[in-house]
Structure formats: C-alpha cells, structure tokens
C-alpha cells in the first residue's frame, strides 16, 4: 500500500491523480471493461448484488450496492475500487470510505493479477 489520493468524490481523485502536464494520457478500452466484468461475476463476496463498472479519464472505477450495510445504512451504491492504467502499469485504488480518499492497494503489468486482488479479497478491503 501506499500514497492516498485526499478527495470526496472519484472524479476529484482523477483529476488529482492526472498524469503531469503535457503527459500522454492512459488510453480507456472497451475490451478492458469487459475482462472486469467477467472477473467480477466470479468474485467471493456478495455474489448477489451486481456491481456497475464505471468508465474513468485513466481506467475503471467499481460501484456497487452496500450489502453489508456497514458504509450505506441504506445500501446505496459505494465505491469499490479504481483500476488505473498508467502504462504499461495497471494501478489499483481501494476506498478507504472513513477518510473519503482513495489509497492505493497494488501495482502489476496484468489487469488479471488485480482482478484477482477484487475478487477474492479475503481482509474485506474492496468488498467491505
């Protein structure tokens, strides 16, 4: 783990997050999108709600209905996780909901390898 994006809302975090001035930006693929969602229908926890994969500037933000209740009382829809590209990087962010900043979990050359990260996430840190 390491640096935290400070923000109250996602878009915030991508602009504070945006690549230097003047720097390419991360090209956004469909086919991407499509790989999240095929790995999220195979996630360990709360297997009954459907989480949304939201298009960002840099990558994926993950959105989903709070089942437990322990973010949402009302099971709104939380913050799950952003996958950044930053290639050939894939970055990913875990919300930390108590600070409303984004912190950033991992780091890997394959999307897989963090997929993997979401999907299992045995110390409930994406799926809370």
């Known amino acids: 783990m390491s640096a935290a994006l400070k923000s109250d809302t996602p878009a915030a975090a991508?602009?504070?997050a945006a690549p230097a001035a003047g720097a390419a930006p991360a090209r956004v693929f469909d086919?991407?999108?499509r790989r999240v969602e095929r790995?999220?229908?195979q996630r360990v926890r709360y297997r009954y709600v459907r989480?949304?994969?939201v298009?960002?500037?840099d990558g994926w933000r993950i959105v989903s209905p709070c089942c437990s209740r322990n973010i949402d009382a009302?099971?709104?829809l939380i913050d799950i996780a952003w996958l950044r590209s930053e290639p050939p990087i894939?970055?990913?962010y875990a919300r930390d909901h108590a600070r409303a900043i984004w912190v950033e979990h991992e780091r890997s050359q394959q999307l897989l390898e963090l997929l993997d990260v979401i999907?299992?996430?045995p110390q409930r840190v994406f799926w809370p």
């Open 51 to 53: 989480p949304m994969v």
């Open 90 to 92: 894939w970055r990913l």
């Open 14 to 16: 991508l602009i504070a």
């Open 39 to 41: 790995a999220l229908r």
């Open 55 to 57: 298009r960002e500037v």
């Open 119 to 121: 999907c299992l996430d």
């Open 74 to 76: 009302q099971g709104g």
């Open 31 to 33: 086919m991407d999108r």
